[in-house]
Nanobody, 122 residues
Framework: VQLQAYGGGLVQAGGSLRLSCAASGRTFSSYAIGWFRQAPGKEREFVAGITKSGGNTNYSEDGKGRFTVSRDNAKNTVYLQMNSLKSLDTAVYYC????????????????WGQGTQVTVSS
């Protein structure tokens, strides 16, 4: 499966963005999808994940209550709605596909998109 993340941009603190992860391939619904982010000089960290059916979601402590992950398998797309953005949310955001279910560990994911930059100005 090939993934492409988009929707990033520059937003003021307190604002919102919706990221999208578009996938190619007929097996998209066979994969759990995770969103990760990586800020300069920091390790890649888990943000949110959704199971292949969309029935279960998981969030980082920082994302709970602010971020919402959802998917539309008919459109081969996963979304990450981000509200109440903070300057610390500034990073490159990646979507990734896992055949093993949602995990907070990047190496579990076998497929990665190219990333989209999110910059939050204070």
């Amino acid at each position: 499966v090939q993934l492409q993340a988009y929707g990033g941009g520059l937003v003021q603190a307190g604002g919102s963005l919706r990221l999208s992860c578009a996938a190619s391939g007929r097996t998209f619904s066979s994969y759990a999808i995770g969103w990760f982010r990586q800020a300069p000089g920091k390790e890649r960290e888990f943000v949110a994940g959704i199971t292949k059916s969309g029935g279960n979601t998981n969030y980082s402590e920082d994302g709970k209550g602010r971020f919402t992950v959802s998917r539309d398998n008919a459109k081969n797309t996963v979304y990450l709605q981000m509200n109440s953005l903070k300057s610390l949310d500034t990073a490159v955001y990646y979507c990734a596909a896992s055949a093993l279910g949602v995990s907070t560990t990047p190496r579990v994911y076998g497929y990665w998109g190219q990333g989209t930059q999110v910059t939050v100005s204070s």
